[in-house]
C-alpha cells in the first residue's frame, strides 16, 4: 500500500519560513518525480516544485522561484519543501505528489498560512 505522509506546515508571519516534509512508504521512492502542489480557497490546484527522480532537477513556478527550494533523500523517502520569505498569497493547502510512468500518489495536504 503506497503512502506519502506530510508533515509541517501551520502559521507563520508575513516573511517568515517553514519547512514541508513528504514521507513516501510503498513505492521505489527513486523512480518517481516528486512535487508540491498547492490549491488556494476558490482557486485551481497549481504546481509549485519538482525535483526529478535523479535528483538534481528541478523546477520550480515563477511566484516561488527564489524563495522555495524543493530537496529530497532518496535513502530516507522523503521529499521537503523549504520556504523562506513567506507571504500572504503563499497561503494554501500544500500537496506532495510522486509520479511515475502510470502512476501517481497524494499526500493527504497541510495547511500553510501566512498571516500577521
Known amino acids: 500500500q503506497v503512502q506519502l505522509v506530510q508533515s509541517g506546515g501551520g502559521l507563520v508571519q508575513p516573511g517568515g519560513s517553514l519547512r514541508l516534509s513528504c514521507a513516501a512508504s510503498?513505492?521505489?521512492?527513486?523512480?518517481?518525480?516528486m512535487s508540491w502542489y498547492r490549491q488556494a480557497p476558490g482557486k485551481e490546484r497549481e504546481l509549485v516544485a519538482s525535483a526529478y527522480p535523479g535528483g538534481l532537477t528541478t523546477n520550480y513556478a515563477d511566484s516561488v522561484k527564489g524563495r522555495f527550494g524543493i530537496s529530497r533523500d532518496n535513502a530516507k523517502n522523503t521529499v521537503y519543501l523549504q520556504m523562506n520569505s513567506l507571504k500572504p498569497e503563499d497561503t494554501a493547502v500544500y500537496y506532495c505528489?510522486?509520479?511515475?510512468?502510470?502512476?501517481?500518489?497524494w499526500g493527504q495536504g497541510t495547511q500553510v498560512t501566512v498571516s500577521s
Open positions: 510503498g513505492l521505489a521512492f527513486g523512480d518517481y518525480t
Open positions: 505528489k510522486a509520479v511515475a510512468t502510470r502512476e501517481a500518489y
